[in-house]
């Protein structure tokens, strides 16, 4: 079945420390994009690609940084520089065009 | 930039009672609308989307969406609320001067009560 695979499910990290999230679609979809949730704040745009090899920064892309080297991958590497890093991240595709976004299943990513 | 809202951040309903959650958006023209669920830890599902047409839009599980241009407004509605429906839910537009993104509120977090 096609559809978003995220990992981790759970991660950890200790602070000073980048921790790279993994982000894989088999739907053939064109653009990619990577959301912060936290409690009561809905969801925020910290990255999204619309094709390969480029990428825009979204609301809150500080301390955090993407590559998309292939269509099907969109990994978000969380740096030592995000000063809140402990948050559910997730990734979500779509065709071109303004058609619905699919998402993952989310990482919960925690500072240690 | 476009905007939504979500004014109730917090429902709870009786099982077997309607439901109406609101949503309003901030944009020039027609935007494409959405609404998803999401459950506790999980990633996001579409409940139904509003492209043009008939301003009724059914959904999945149930759900209706009744998009209201003169309200600024796409409220989603189900008539009889069950207890596997409680969830967060989200509104979200795509508007023609955002590039390829969606912007979505704040969520409503629903509670059913037996």
């Known amino acids: 079945d096609g559809g978003i695979t995220q990992s981790p499910k759970y991660l950890f990290r200790k602070e000073g420390q980048n921790v790279t999230l993994s982000c894989e679609q088999n739907?053939?979809?064109?653009?990619m994009y990577w959301y912060r949730q936290d409690p009561g704040q809905g969801l925020r745009l910290i990255y999204y690609s619309q094709i390969v090899n480029d990428f825009q920064k979204g609301d809150i892309a500080e301390g955090y940084s993407v590559s998309r080297e292939k269509k099907e991958s969109f990994p978000l590497t969380v740096t030592s520089a995000q000063k809140n890093p402990t948050a559910f991240y997730l990734c979500?595709?779509?065709?071109?065009?303004?058609?619905?976004?699919?998402f993952g299943q989310g990482t919960r990513l925690t500072v240690v | 930039a476009q905007s939504v809202t979500q004014p109730d951040i917090h429902i709870t309903v009786s099982e077997g009672a309607s439901l109406e959650l609101r949503c309003n958006y901030s944009y020039g023209a027609t935007p494409y609308l959405f609404w998803y669920v999401q459950s506790p830890g999980q990633g996001l599902q579409l409940l139904l989307k509003y492209f043009s047409g008939d301003t009724l839009v059914q959904g999945i599980k149930g759900f209706e969406a009744e998009f209201k241009r003169s309200q600024s407004s796409f409220n989603l509605r189900k008539p009889s609320v069950h207890w596997s429906d409680a969830a967060e839910y989200f509104c979200?537009?795509?508007?023609?001067?955002?590039?390829?993104?969606?912007?979505f509120g704040g969520g409503t977090r629903l509670m059913v009560k037996p």
């Open positions: 979500a595709s779509t065709r071109w065009g303004r058609t619905e976004a699919f």
């Open positions: 739907l053939n979809h064109d653009a």
């Open positions: 979200a537009v795509w508007a023609n001067n955002a590039g390829n993104m969606l912007t």
